[in-house]
């Protein structure tokens, strides 16, 4: 339980470090694209070409047509996003709170309702409409916001309260990412996906055997990622697979490791030559022992915590908020109040605030009445609303799915900017609306 709970703690810390930053890359581009002189380099950036090329062969290339900087951000370094939620999906399972049923049952529930009724609201509303390719948009909560929305309640918010919040989001992701994978697949390259499956071969083959590298996952991953652009398959899903690949469990254990550094230190100790207490020049053979110790360092925390945590920062406070920035600019300069309250505008609100809240509340409430799970320690129903609310906070998932949903012609676009006002008004009403019932409600003294 104590190791469930440290993992809890960390991944929430993870997240709700960068909220701040995602928040201000949104208002940013919303400035941006709404003052004339910005909106021009603003538009015109993104359709700005990248290339990593070695002689006629371009890795960021889709059918042989180089891509754009938007492009590069939405299927290149929302990989590395999704690769990053896949590592965390592994660990979760088998340390955090998916490892055990009775742990999981509940979330994972609440989860399925929250994914359920607002695809089924969304659907219902938009019925017989021209954007109802986006009914996946609703489904969708951001772990960075609604945490950061928790944070600002500090250590009033029971820990039982956070990890459920978070582990909702990451089973909220699982959806995301099947949706992703079936759906906003095309036509099907049979050659790039054999060759994909045998690069995927490779990595597993590289589980199998321990092989502790970085560069030998990403490096193949990004092969298998170029395969995947290439294949008709959404390259996002690369991420995903690549990230199962990666080893969970370290070359030494603790003990082995523990052996090491105490038998190194006691070579220092034997070496009177040393002085502890000042800066001093190593012996050739002083640098080896420290090395052999940096070493064992390296071989005693397990690849997929350590490529986990050297993608958090990279993920959360830059491929994130460039996301954010690249995609939620917002053009309201011929943009009609009205629109807010009709349309696939209205229809995303709706199914982001009440579909969101009916979904979560009502499953965990089924769940626990019929003695399925219990509810977390330290919540009451009050508590378990003002979650739900939060999880109406789509965001970052939700633009990325409304990108692949309205993509082409003119009337598409109208549709795309029109589905970023009804994601981050929603969004927002979620965020202010828990964040109120949660202030009222919570204990008024610190429960951690």
Same mark, same amino acid.
């Given at each position: 339980?104590?190791?469930?709970?440290?993992?809890?703690?960390?991944?929430?810390?993870?997240?709700?470090?960068?909220?701040?930053?995602?928040?201000?890359?949104?208002?940013?581009?919303?400035?941006?694209?709404?003052?004339?002189?910005?909106?021009?380099?603003?538009?015109?950036?993104?359709?700005?070409?990248?290339?990593?090329?070695?002689?006629?062969?371009?890795?960021?290339? /889709?059918?042989?047509?180089?891509?754009?900087?938007?492009?590069?951000?939405?299927?290149?370094?929302?990989?590395?996003?999704?690769?990053?939620?896949?590592?965390?999906?592994?660990?979760?399972?088998?340390?955090?709170?998916?490892?055990?049923?009775?742990?999981?049952?509940?979330?994972?529930?609440?989860?399925?309702?929250?994914?359920?009724?607002?695809?089924?609201?969304?659907?219902?509303?938009? /019925?017989?409409?021209?954007?109802?390719?986006?009914?996946?948009?609703?489904?969708?909560?951001?772990?960075?916001?609604?945490?950061?929305?928790?944070?600002?309640?500090?250590?009033?918010?029971?820990?039982?309260?956070?990890?459920?919040?978070?582990?909702?989001?990451?089973?909220?992701?699982?959806?995301?990412?099947?949706?992703?994978?079936?759906?906003?697949?095309?036509?099907?390259?049979?050659?790039?996906?054999?060759?994909?499956?045998?690069?995927?071969?490779?990595?597993?083959?590289?589980?199998?055997?321990?092989?502790?590298?970085?560069?030998?996952?990403?490096?193949?991953?990004?092969?298998?990622?170029?395969?995947?652009?290439?294949?008709?398959?959404?390259?996002?899903?690369?991420?995903?697979?690549?990230?199962?690949?990666?080893?969970?469990?370290?070359? /030494?254990?603790?003990? /082995?490791?523990?052996?090491?550094?105490?038998?190194?230190?006691?070579?220092?100790?034997?070496?009177?030559?040393?002085?502890?207490?000042?800066?001093?020049?190593?012996?050739?053979?002083?640098?080896?022992?420290?090395?052999?110790?940096?070493?064992?360092?390296?071989?005693?925390?397990?690849?997929?915590?350590?490529?986990?945590?050297?993608?958090?920062?990279?993920?959360?406070?830059?491929?994130?908020?460039?996301?954010?920035?690249?995609?939620?600019?917002?053009?309201?300069?011929?943009?009609?109040?009205?629109?807010?309250?009709?349309?696939?505008?209205?229809?995303?609100?709706?199914?982001?605030?009440?579909?969101?809240?009916?979904?979560?509340?009502?499953?965990?409430?089924?769940?626990?009445?019929?003695?399925?799970?219990?509810?977390?320690?330290?919540?009451?129903?009050?508590?378990?609303?003002?979650?739900?609310?939060?999880?109406?906070?789509?965001?970052?998932?939700?633009?990325?799915?409304?990108?692949?949903?309205?993509?082409?012609?003119?009337?598409?676009?109208?549709?795309?900017?029109?589905?970023?006002?009804?994601?981050?008004?929603?969004?927002?009403?979620?965020?202010?609306?828990?964040?109120?019932?949660?202030?009222?409600?919570?204990?008024?003294?610190?429960?951690?």
């Amino acid at each position: 339980m104590e190791k469930v709970l440290f993992t809890a703690r960390k991944t929430i810390r993870n997240y709700t470090n960068g909220g701040n930053i995602l928040i201000a890359a949104t208002i940013l581009a919303m400035i941006v694209v709404n003052i004339p002189f910005t909106a021009e380099i603003y538009n015109s950036l993104w359709n700005n070409e990248i290339a990593l090329q070695i002689g006629k062969f371009n890795l960021f290339s /889709h059918h042989g047509h180089p891509m754009t900087i938007m492009q590069f951000i939405n299927d290149a370094l929302m990989a590395i996003f999704f690769l990053n939620v896949g590592l965390e999906i592994k660990r979760e399972i088998l340390v955090g709170e998916l490892s055990s049923f009775r742990q999981a049952i509940l979330p994972i529930v609440a989860a399925i309702g929250g994914m359920l009724l607002p695809v089924g609201l969304f659907f219902a509303l938009g /019925h017989g409409s021209d954007y109802i390719n986006g009914a996946a948009i609703p489904m969708a909560t951001d772990i960075a916001f609604s945490l950061g929305v928790l944070a600002m309640l500090g250590k009033r918010v029971p820990l039982a309260l956070k990890v459920f919040l978070t582990t909702l989001a990451v089973v909220d992701d699982i959806g995301g990412i099947l949706v992703i994978a079936i759906f906003y697949s095309s036509e099907i390259n049979v050659t790039m996906l054999l060759i994909a499956a045998a690069l995927f071969a490779m990595l597993l083959l590289g589980s199998f055997f321990k092989i502790k590298s970085k560069i030998y996952y990403l490096g193949i991953g990004a092969f298998i990622w170029f395969c995947f652009l290439n294949a008709g398959i959404h390259p996002t899903i690369a991420g995903v697979l690549i990230a199962f690949c990666v080893p969970a469990k370290p070359l /030494h254990a603790p003990n /082995h490791y523990i052996n090491i550094i105490q038998a190194k230190i006691s070579h220092f100790k034997k070496d009177m030559a040393v002085n502890f207490k000042e800066r001093t020049f190593l012996t050739k053979q002083q640098v080896n022992w420290f090395k052999e110790i940096e070493s064992a360092s390296d071989k005693v925390i397990s690849p997929l915590q350590d490529l986990e945590d050297s993608l958090h920062p990279i993920v959360n406070y830059i491929i994130v908020p460039l996301f954010a920035f690249a995609n939620a600019g917002i053009f309201f300069g011929d943009l009609e109040i009205a629109s807010i309250f009709q349309g696939v505008s209205l229809t995303i609100m709706v199914s982001l605030v009440l579909g969101k809240f009916l979904g979560i509340f009502s499953f965990t409430w089924l769940c626990v009445k019929l003695k399925i799970a219990s509810m977390p320690a330290g919540t009451d129903w009050k508590m378990i609303s003002g979650v739900s609310l939060l999880g109406g906070i789509g965001f970052t998932v939700s633009l990325f799915i409304a990108n692949l949903s309205f993509t082409g012609d003119a009337a598409s676009v109208a549709i795309l900017n029109n589905a970023k006002l009804g994601i981050v008004v929603g969004s927002l009403i979620a965020g202010i609306l828990g964040y109120c019932l949660l202030a009222a409600t919570l204990p008024k003294e610190n429960v951690e």
